[in-house]
């Protein structure tokens, strides 16, 4: 199946907002194996988007319209999607009175611009919108089929994933019974993991299993892709092939699926009835910001402590002046662990190296974790500029504190550490 993307507006065509949109849906698609062969970006002009879309109705099966949605004056993605179908607008009534629902539950009147949002070339398939006001709409122009979604990307994605991948596998004639494994792993680079996983796609006879990657550093996606009849074939064919993920990648992966780092420490945190506090400088809180919000994070965060200037650190700790920066880690994490009456402390220090940001400027991360038995020690150096060794210090200390509850080696080395 031959699929394309447009992707409509003025901001996006002109770099004004990143088109983060079709990175996403292209990969998700590729996910499902459904592979698209073009993309488009047209700006909000009737005319180039009706040659837009007559373009890709007359080389593709499936075409994906991202935008144009919206109640406003440069939203046309109806409006032209009915010009090139040679058909009228109309107004659906069931999606106004969605509409007029939505706002209602807000407590807020309708403005009588998003009646817009509900005139729908005739003939459209409706693509439900649980969460929002935008009606997606699938449409044949052509001799393609036409899927329209909204540019919000939590919209976007919801449709996508319910509305329009199951009519795209089910046009395709390809099994529809699909499943994707993924594994997030931390401490190896991408071709450490392509070399350890060679061949493991191969462990089933007769296929079905496709093996990819996501680098979006600090971590490494792993993804399996696997069909079959039904999903009980797909995980006859799934268990020996992550098993052997598991086996080859060990102590590095952090977590499965939609598990995230973050919530894997959360998790094993209050399955022991386990509190947390966290101190850090140069990261800025950004630890803490990762698990503060997360659903239960109420009742196992503590505190979080953030304070750049060591001296100012170590006066909110109660700690001596003359303490050196060297020996500062472990007797914060230790005097966190008694100010705050948590279970665990991390503490998360950094010494950046002075200089212009650049791609050998580094920094010297220290990495104590406090609990009843005592103080756990982790040092290390990373080099990259100032956004790297942020970026790369959160992660390691929250992957130390992960594999600390785990009962993991915490001083494992890593792919992005110099000695």
């Given at each position: 199946?031959?699929?394309?993307?447009?992707?409509?507006?003025?901001?996006?065509?002109?770099?004004?907002?990143?088109?983060?949109?079709?990175?996403?849906?292209?990969?998700?698609?590729?996910?499902?194996?459904?592979?698209?062969?073009w993309?488009?970006?047209?700006?909000?002009?009737?005319?180039?988007?009706?040659?837009?879309?007559?373009?890709?109705?007359?080389?593709?099966?499936?075409?994906?319209?991202?935008?144009?949605?919206?109640?406003?004056?440069?939203?046309?993605?109806?409006?032209?999607?009915?010009?090139?179908?040679?058909?009228?607008?109309?107004?659906?009534?069931?999606?106004?009175?969605?509409?007029?629902?939505?706002?209602?539950?807000?407590?807020?009147?309708?403005?009588?611009?998003?009646?817009?949002?509900?005139?729908?070339?005739?003939?459209?398939?409706?693509?439900?919108?649980?969460?929002?006001?935008?009606?997606?709409?699938?449409?044949?122009?052509?001799?393609?089929?036409?899927?329209?979604?909204?540019?919000v990307p939590?919209e976007?994605?919801?449709?996508?994933?319910?509305?329009?991948?199951?009519?795209?596998?089910?046009?395709?004639?390809?099994q529809?019974?699909?499943?994707?494994?993924?594994?997030?792993?931390?401490?190896?680079?991408?071709?450490?993991?392509?070399?350890?996983?060679?061949?493991v796609?191969?462990?089933?006879?007769?296929?079905?299993?496709?093996?990819?990657?996501?680098?979006?550093?600090?971590?490494?996606?792993?993804?399996?892709?696997?069909?079959?009849?039904?999903?009980?074939?797909?995980?006859?064919?799934l268990?020996?092939?992550?098993?052997?993920?598991?086996?080859?990648?060990?102590?590095?992966?952090?977590?499965?699926?939609?598990?995230?780092?973050?919530?894997?420490?959360?998790?094993?945190?209050?399955?022991?009835?386990?509190?947390?506090?966290?101190?850090?400088?140069?990261?800025?809180?950004?630890?803490?910001?990762?698990?503060?919000?997360?659903?239960?994070?109420?009742?196992?965060?503590?505190?979080?402590?953030?304070?750049?200037?060591?001296?100012?650190?170590r006066?909110?700790?109660?700690?001596?002046?003359?303490?050196?920066?060297?020996?500062?880690?472990?007797?914060?994490?230790?005097?966190?662990?008694?100010?705050?009456?948590?279970?665990?402390?991390?503490?998360?220090?950094?010494?950046?190296?002075?200089?212009?940001?650049?791609?050998?400027l580094?920094?010297t991360?220290?990495?104590?974790?406090?609990?009843?038995?005592?103080?756990?020690?982790?040092?290390?150096?990373?080099?990259?500029?100032?956004?790297?060794?942020?970026?790369?210090?959160?992660?390691?200390g929250?992957?130390?504190?992960?594999?600390?509850?785990?009962?993991?080696?915490?001083?494992?080395?890593?792919d992005?550490?110099?000695?």
């Amino acid at each position: 199946m031959r699929i394309e993307i447009v992707c409509t507006g003025d901001e996006v065509l002109t770099g004004k907002i990143v088109n983060s949109n079709f990175s996403w849906m292209s990969q998700k698609l590729e996910d499902f194996g459904l592979s698209v062969i073009w993309g488009t970006t047209v700006g909000d002009d009737r005319d180039h988007l009706l040659e837009a879309f007559r373009l890709a109705a007359g080389r593709a099966d499936a075409v994906i319209v991202n935008g144009g949605l919206g109640p406003t004056v440069d939203d046309l993605s109806q409006e032209v999607a009915a010009r090139a179908a040679g058909v009228e607008l109309a107004l659906d009534e069931e999606w106004l009175a969605r509409m007029e629902e939505f706002f209602r539950r807000r407590s807020r009147i309708m403005p009588p611009n998003n009646r817009k949002q509900a005139m729908l070339p005739v003939g459209s398939e409706i693509l439900d919108n649980p969460i929002g006001t935008a009606c997606g709409f699938a449409l044949d122009i052509g001799k393609a089929r036409f899927f329209f979604t909204p540019g919000v990307p939590r919209e976007l994605r919801r449709m996508l994933e319910e509305q329009i991948v199951p009519r795209l596998l089910a046009r395709s004639g390809r099994q529809t019974a699909i499943h994707l494994k993924r594994f997030h792993s931390y401490g190896i680079g991408e071709s450490r993991v392509d070399a350890l996983l060679a061949g493991v796609d191969e462990l089933v006879p007769d296929g079905g299993v496709k093996l990819g990657f996501r680098a979006h550093y600090p971590q490494i996606e792993t993804k399996l892709t696997v069909r079959g009849p039904d999903m009980a074939a797909i995980d006859a064919k799934l268990a020996p092939v992550v098993a052997e993920v598991r086996r080859r990648l060990g102590n590095f992966i952090v977590a499965e699926d939609d598990q995230t780092l973050e919530g894997v420490v959360l998790a094993a945190l209050a399955g022991r009835g386990g509190s947390l506090a966290v101190v850090e400088n140069f990261t800025g809180g950004q630890v803490a910001g990762r698990i503060a919000h997360l659903p239960g994070a109420e009742t196992v965060f503590r505190q979080g402590l953030v304070a750049r200037d060591p001296v100012r650190l170590r006066v909110a700790l109660g700690l001596a002046a003359d303490v050196p920066d060297d020996d500062l880690a472990p007797l914060a994490a230790a005097a966190l662990r008694a100010a705050s009456g948590a279970t665990h402390v991390l503490a998360l220090l950094v010494d950046l190296d002075e200089g212009a940001d650049r791609i050998d400027l580094g920094g010297t991360i220290a990495i104590a974790i406090a609990d009843q038995g005592g103080v756990t020690l982790r040092r290390a150096r990373i080099l990259g500029g100032r956004d790297w060794v942020r970026l790369g210090a959160a992660e390691m200390g929250l992957d130390c504190l992960r594999r600390h509850l785990q009962g993991l080696p915490v001083d494992e080395r890593i792919d992005f550490e110099k000695a």
